[in-house]
């Protein structure tokens, strides 16, 4: 099946990239097209290709804390270039005030922290993807 939709994952730990990937697959199946980065700069690449391939990114799940540039300056990044992808920040390491901070500035639609439960995961991309 091909699919012109894509969720990207973004960590600069690979067991973690690759088992968000396997739940989301697991989950929603051929419904999209799965897609993961260990950097930001990486990731800016694959959604440029993405959309030069028509095919549009429209959730960015990314962690916080990664060399080279934090995930919050990444999800800004992303939500100021292309408004309409969905993000969801995943980490163990930002304090409340952070993540409260983040969802006001509109920056990210949701946030799960590290260690996640699978259920969360996908209950919270079911409900930043639903509509699109």
Not at 62 to 83: C, H, N, Q, T
Request: hydrophobic share 45%; with cysteine.
């Amino acid at each position: 099946m091909s699919t012109n939709r894509a969720i990207l994952c973004v960590d600069d730990e690979a067991i973690i990239v690759f088992s968000i990937k396997a739940e989301l697959k697991r989950h929603f199946k051929d419904l999209f097209l799965y897609e993961t980065a260990s950097t930001a700069g990486e990731a800016l690449d694959i959604i440029s290709e993405l959309y030069d391939d028509g095919i549009r990114v429209i959730l960015v799940l990314s962690d916080w804390l990664m060399p080279g540039m934090k995930g919050d300056e990444f999800l800004a990044i992303v939500k100021e270039r292309y408004p309409g992808v969905k993000t969801i920040l995943v980490t163990g390491n930002a304090d409340k005030e952070t993540t409260a901070r983040l969802q006001r500035d509109d920056i990210t639609d949701a946030i799960i922290c590290k260690p996640w439960m699978s259920g969360e995961l996908i209950a919270k991309v079911e409900e930043c993807i639903a509509g699109l």
